[in-house]
């Protein structure tokens, strides 16, 4: 039985941790994020 809780509650855990993921690469797209590096390189070139 603690073992099918434990497997319940990491389950659990990774399906939060994965909607988490999808809800804030919808919020910010990385193409966004993508100039900002671009940025950071040519500054770090320099």
Partial sequence: MD???TTAI???ATA???A???IS???HPTEQR???RIRVEDR???
């Fill in 10 to 12: 990491a389950f659990g």
């Fill in 25 to 27: 690469k919808s919020q």
């Fill in 44 to 46: 770090r070139k320099r």
């Fill in 3 to 5: 073992l099918i809780m």
């Fill in 34 to 36: 993508l100039p900002i």
């Fill in 16 to 18: 939060v941790m994965v």
């Fill in 20 to 22: 988490y993921a999808l």
